[in-house]
């Protein structure tokens, strides 16, 4: 695998609720269509993407239109990163049984991280109350459609739905997006983006998305939304050697200083600033999803500082988010 996270070999995994749906994912009842988020009465089939950001270039579109139609303006189109196409053989994850598995296997390792995850916010007190598993990280292969929040693709990246309350993820976008946007997917990488999405399971457990209701712009509610993500992240980030599995055995038993200053410039390189003039934009923050690389980075950090309180994470709240 790489890198020097480490999983305890003695760790037992439960992988029922990641699975492999493969090219172009499972049929549900959802409606088909561009993922989107609803006006009006907060957030009704919600699909928030780790770097998905809506950008359009030089300052075309408008305003408000919400996520489905900013889709079509995204930075990340196939002829802009080339991301689509993505092939990969489907993996049985029922394979992946102990933390020693983890430490051999990139798939086995996304098992134990989303285990680690699962058993830190049912420990949470501000979370037990309210608290169930995600139902699934599905991981597809160039398309998937969703039950509840349409169809996406690859260019869309890792994204969770409040629908079906699953997180869907091509891992061929790792080495992709980070490759073009100057960084590296290293073990504790990979863990950051899926620790972020599960930050928006908890946000939907406790009713936080029904408070979106901008989408855009430096102080947009979907902003504070994916900070506040970050912030979840860095909570667990801060606690992840420490977490057990239902046996008491520690999940995660070596993260150094170095993984977190990779998953912190990993945070970096998602901010919508960063990506803007990345992509050869000029900064517009009106056009702002996600936050600044320096707003990233901030949450982030308060969550790992956090103690284990969520109410740090509060960024609603927040008069300053950087």
């Not at 359009?56 to 991301?83: C, D, E, K, P, R």
């Not at 989303?114 to 160039?142: C, M, R």
């Not at 504070?224 to 038993?253: F, H």
């Not at 990993?266 to 056009?287: C, F, H, L, S, T």
Request: charged fraction near 20%.
């Amino acid at each position: 695998m790489g890198g020097p996270m480490r999983f305890n070999s003695k760790a037992n995994l439960d992988s029922s609720r990641t699975r492999d749906v493969g090219g172009g994912g499972r049929t549900g009842g959802g409606s088909i269509g561009l993922p989107h988020v609803a006006g009006g009465g907060g957030v009704v089939g919600v699909i928030i993407a780790i770097i998905y950001v809506i950008i359009q270039m030089q300052g075309g579109g408008s305003g408000g239109g919400g996520l489905g139609q900013a889709i079509n303006g995204s930075a990340f189109t196939t002829n802009s990163v080339g991301l689509s196409g993505s092939s990969g053989s489907t993996f049985d994850y029922g394979t992946c049984e102990t933390g020693e598995d983890a430490n051999r296997s990139d798939e086995c390792a996304l098992v134990a991280v989303e285990n680690s995850l699962t058993d830190y916010w049912s420990k949470q007190p501000q979370v037990s109350g309210h608290f169930q598993p995600e139902q699934a990280i599905d991981v597809f292969h160039g398309s998937v459609q969703t039950n509840g929040c349409g169809n996406a693709t690859t260019d869309v990246g890792p994204f969770y739905c409040s629908d079906d309350q699953t997180i869907y993820l091509d891992t061929a976008f790792y080495d992709t997006i980070f490759k073009q946007l100057g960084g590296d997917a290293t073990p504790f990488v990979r863990a950051y983006v899926i620790a972020h999405e599960y930050g928006h399971h908890i946000q939907d457990l406790l009713g936080t998305m029904g408070k979106v209701r901008t989408q855009q712009g430096p102080d947009s509610d979907s902003v504070r939304l994916e900070l506040q993500a970050d912030c979840y992240a860095g909570m667990w980030a801060a606690a992840a050697t420490t977490v057990p599995d239902s046996d008491g055995n520690v999940l995660i038993e070596d993260l150094t200083q170095q993984d977190i200053n990779h998953a912190i410039g990993a945070a970096k390189e998602v901010g919508d600033d960063y990506i803007q003039q990345r992509m050869g934009g000029r900064v517009n923050p009106e056009q702002w999803t996600h936050g600044s690389s320096a707003e990233r980075e901030h949450w982030f950090q308060t969550g790992m500082n956090a103690h284990d309180d969520i109410k740090a994470c509060d960024t609603f709240s927040a008069r300053k988010l950087g």
